[in-house]
T-cell receptor, first 114, second 114 residues
């Protein structure tokens, strides 16, 4: 079974600083990987996804993530944080095929300080 | 525009009462899901359905029931058997394809049982 671990339930950065949110997965098969963002009292919005191909994936709002198979990681980064980036971020993994289910990490709350 | 509609956004019920949360999608997606979200616990899968008239239990199905009579609709009933029903409930859907495309989420229903 898939499992997804997000290191750090809360990350705090200054505006303009690098954002790094960590995600590790466990999978016996090549995974499909996703990052979602959630603003308070809203649903989750897809930031980016890795399925096959290029290991560096660019998403919306200037975020990107790199798939590293050797490290079973899919960390999310953004070079310069904005106040509007403050939200909760979820990493998710799935194995595709006939299995529609994604496994989600517990989430990382990002705080951006002025 | 296509999307997922969850209603109502806020719901208050007395303890011991059953309550049904609505989820409708016009994306023509095959699969639909219900998640429960509690602070610090991420998303936990309650039920999912890959096709009309079929559904499977997720990780925390006890005290919940669902139906999938139409492709567009996947209502969730929180029964009186659910010991701690106060939570934020999220509905999602996905399309089946050779690649796993991730989920589209509704905006959620916050249920408070008093």
């Amino acid at each position: 079974a898939q499992s997804v671990t997000q290191l750090g339930s809360h990350v705090s950065v200054s505006e303009g600083a690098l954002v790094l949110l960590r995600c590790n997965y466990s999978s016996s098969v090549p995974p499909y990987l996703f990052w979602y963002v959630q603003y308070p009292n809203q649903g989750l919005q897809l930031l980016l996804k890795y399925t096959t191909g290029a290991t560096l994936v660019k998403g919306i709002n200037g975020f990107e993530a790199e798939f590293k198979k050797s490290e079973t990681s899919f960390h999310l980064t953004k070079p310069s944080a904005h106040m509007s980036d403050a939200a909760e971020y979820f990493c998710a993994a799935g194995s595709g095929g006939s299995n529609y289910k994604l496994t989600f990490g517990k989430g990382t709350l990002l705080t951006v300080n002025p | 525009d296509g999307g997922i509609t969850q209603s109502p956004k806020y719901l208050f019920r007395k303890e011991g009462q059953n309550v049904t949360l609505s989820c409708e999608q016009n994306l023509n997606h095959d699969a639909m899901y219900w998640y429960r979200q509690d602070p610090g616990q991420g998303l936990r899968l309650i039920y999912y359905s890959q096709i009309v008239n079929d559904f499977q239990k997720g990780d925390i199905a006890e005290g919940y029931s669902v139906s999938r009579e139409k492709k567009e609709s996947f209502p969730l009933t929180v029964t009186s058997a659910q010991k701690n029903p106060t939570a934020f409930y999220l509905c999602a859907s996905s399309i089946w394809a050779r690649e796993l495309n991730g989920y589209t989420f509704g905006s959620g229903t916050r249920l408070t049982v008093v």
